[in-house]
């Protein structure tokens, strides 16, 4: 769905201080999506009646409260490539869950009392929902979200390859189910087609990648 592109959701009120940074532990479960400065993901989406093309990249990070962020914006690849249609800051604690905090939609800052967030629990058991949103720190559709994971053992092939095993959360708000896959040690690699009236989008998937060095297909 187009807003998982245009807003996987994100941003508490933060503030940064001038302690070093906190760096994260290496994670003691699969990395379902490595952070590390320079890695991309570009993915194809497939609407009703067009085609979307977006790059992921992480452009930095920051050190806010003590602990470190990953920096990552969104592009359309249709506009000018220095254009950035979304962006975020990312956080990742040592069991390899993520929340992803919205710092700027469309290249206008989110205001710092408004921003959403969304929670990516991978060592969840297979079953236990979550909500991924929490009030009030919703997406700019101000759609509450349950989560939950679904598969542990996914095999996905994609254009940038086949990927196993991979974890499986299924997303679900009004109207709306969405299976996003995620591939250890490489990220995001589908969104499934949704389904409810508030579809826009039949399906994402990565087409090219370079993670840690190593570049996909």
């Avoid at 700027?104 to 205001?111: A, C, H, L, R, T």
Wanted: charged share 15%; aromatic share 14%; hydrophobic share 30%.
């Amino acid at each position: 769905m187009k807003h998982i592109f245009y807003a996987i959701a994100c941003i508490l009120a933060l503030a940064s201080c001038g302690q070093s940074p906190t760096k994260p532990t290496a994670p003691t479960q699969p990395d379902y999506f490595p952070l590390q400065v320079g890695n991309w993901w570009e993915y194809k989406a497939n609407s009703f009646d067009s085609t979307y093309f977006h790059r992921w990249k992480i452009i930095g990070d920051t050190t806010i409260n003590g602990k470190q962020y990953f920096k990552l914006n969104m592009q359309d690849l249709q506009l000018p490539t220095d254009t950035t249609i979304t962006s975020f800051l990312i956080i990742k604690d040592a069991s390899g869950n993520m929340r992803w905090y919205s710092n700027s939609i469309f290249g206008e800052k989110v205001d710092m009392d408004s921003k959403s967030q969304w929670i990516f629990n991978f060592n969840k058991p297979i079953g236990e929902d979550w909500i991924s949103n929490p009030p009030g720190k919703q997406d700019y559709y101000n759609h509450l979200q349950h989560s939950g994971i679904y598969s542990k053992s996914d095999t996905t092939t994609v254009p940038a390859g086949t990927f196993s095993p991979n974890c499986v959360i299924k997303t679900e708000s009004i109207g709306n189910t969405d299976y996003l896959v995620f591939a250890t040690n490489v990220g995001l690699v589908k969104v499934s087609p949704n389904v409810g009236y508030t579809t826009l989008t039949n399906g994402s998937y990565l087409t090219r990648a370079y993670v840690n060095g190593k570049s996909y297909p």
